[in-house]
């Protein structure tokens, strides 16, 4: 069964670096979505993505995130400037075009911010 | 109560037996959908409810919804050790496009071999 891939699957960074977080949806679908998971908290709803712009961004996802789909297989999350409270788990997850589909999720990349 | 809050907050039950658990959301809904969290891994879809249905089953797997209670719940038959997992439901507003998923708080669901 297609997977959304996640890599890396574990990110350790310094405060005020940029980081980037990969992700592969599956082939044929067409939105995409980042979502973040705080350790022991809600998963939380970033952004999403269809047709090469963003459709609706939260309160969370501030200047300091950008979403690209550089080619036609990757799709990137942006962290320009870590804070410490950007440590959590992100999600990316993606969708077919049919009308009342579920959103399928990657495994997710921890990332640490030290 | 927030969008999607599940009860119980933690279960554990004797593997066969079976496990309920309850979701609540507040606003209306397009669908309602569940997943399930290995500890440490991502989510796992089970099951997507649409607003005009009222049951669902998969495999073990059933999920009734109320639209007129905000309410649904999930039903595992004849639990297995492998079922020990977190369990969220989500939820996704009217509307065509992008239906961004809200999440409840989940349910810790730990099967006693």
């Known amino acids: 069964e297609p997977e959304v891939t996640q890599t890396p699957s574990h990110q350790v960074t310094q405060m005020g670096q940029e980081v980037i977080l990969r992700c592969v949806p599956i082939?044929?679908?067409?939105?995409f979505y980042w979502y973040r998971q705080i350790l022991g908290q809600k998963v939380e709803f970033l952004v999403s993505?269809?047709?090469?712009?963003?459709?609706?961004k939260s309160e969370i996802f501030d200047d300091q995130f950008s979403v690209e789909r550089p080619d036609g297989s990757n799709f990137t999350l942006k962290i320009r400037s870590t804070k410490l409270e950007d440590s959590a788990m992100y999600f990316c997850?993606?969708?077919?075009?049919?009308?009342?589909?579920?959103?399928?999720f990657g495994d997710g990349t921890r990332l640490s911010i030290l | 109560s927030q969008q999607g809050e599940e009860d119980p907050q933690a279960l554990s039950i004797q593997e066969g037996e079976n496990a309920t658990m309850n979701c609540s959301y507040k606003?209306?809904?397009?669908?309602l959908q569940w997943y399930r969290q290995n500890s440490g891994r991502g989510l796992v879809h089970l099951i997507l409810?649409?607003?005009?249905?009222r049951e669902k089953h998969s495999g073990r797997l059933r999920v009734t919804l109320d639209t007129s209670k905000k309410s649904s719940s999930l039903l595992i038959t004849a639990s297995r050790a492998a079922d020990t997992a977190s369990y969220f439901c989500?939820?996704?507003?009217?509307?065509?496009?992008?239906?961004?998923?809200?999440f409840g708080t989940g349910t810790r669901l730990t099967i006693i071999p």
């Open positions: 989500a939820t996704d507003s009217p509307g065509f496009g992008n239906e961004k998923l809200t």
């Open positions: 997850a993606s969708r077919g075009v049919r009308f009342n589909q579920p959103q399928h």
């Open positions: 606003t209306s809904i397009n669908n």
């Open positions: 082939s044929n679908h067409l939105y």
């Open positions: 409810i649409r607003s005009n249905e």
């Open positions: 993505f269809y047709n090469n712009e963003i459709s609706e």
